[in-house]
Structure formats: structure tokens, C-alpha cells
Nanobody
């Protein structure tokens, strides 16, 4: 089975931090761009961030830029999303996705080959 496995979701207070992980299972992530998406109930899926295969280039949705940081460790086939200064409006199911091309200006609408199972992030007091 070739898949992405996620971890790190949970409940956090406004202003708090959370770190999401995305791990490749059955293949290596070295040559894939990886994006993070989120979807809140009743809303469309949003592209949150994307990172190039080498990790040298990144792009963020304007609503999270400055608060979230995407990174990767190709030796471990892992991609991370560090979320700081969390707000209630960040509450959503977060999913990672891997694809062969890095498309920073339209990463939210291009196709991806592999998807993680999704993890709930809830920001509430």
C-alpha cells in the first residue's frame, strides 16, 4: 500500500501551537511536492501551504502566512506543518497530499497522487 500517514492533530486553545506530521508509507517522498489542505464543515477545501521536493521553495495561503511553517525531512520521508498563533478559524480537518510538480501559484487546484487520511485540528477556548 502506497499512502501518506498523518499525525499530530488535536485540541488547542487560541494562541497555541500544534505540529502536524505527514509520513510516506511504501515509497519515498524525496521527489514529491507536498501540500497541506484544510476543510471546515460546510466550507470548501482550502490550500494551506505547499513545499517543493527539495524543500527549497514554499508557498502559503495569505491567512496563515507568518503563523504556519511547512518543512520536510527527506531522510525520514516526512513533511511537517508547524502551526503557531492558532485562531478559532483555523479549525478544520487538515490533510496532506503529494504530487510530482511544485505549483506555488495554483497548488490548491492541481492534482495530487497521494493523500493522507486527514486529522482534526480544533482551536477553541
Amino acid at each position: 500500500q502506497l499512502q501518506l500517514v498523518q499525525s499530530g492533530g488535536g485540541l488547542v486553545q487560541p494562541g497555541g501551537s500544534l505540529r502536524l506530521s505527514c509520513a510516506a508509507s511504501g515509497f519515498t517522498l524525496d521527489y514529491y511536492a507536498v501540500a497541506w489542505f484544510r476543510q471546515a464543515p460546510g466550507k470548501e477545501r482550502e490550500g494551506v501551504s505547499v513545499i517543493s521536493a527539495s524543500g527549497g521553495s514554499t508557498m502559503y495561503h495569505g491567512l496563515v502566512e507568518g503563523r504556519f511553517t511547512i518543512s520536510r525531512d527527506n531522510a525520514k520521508s516526512m513533511v511537517y506543518l508547524q502551526m503557531d498563533s492558532l485562531k478559532p478559524e483555523d479549525t478544520a480537518v487538515y490533510s496532506c497530499a503529494a504530487g510530482p510538480f511544485y505549483s506555488p501559484h495554483n497548488f490548491w487546484e492541481v492534482g495530487y497522487d497521494y493523500w493522507g487520511q486527514g486529522t482534526q485540528v480544533t482551536v477553541s477556548s
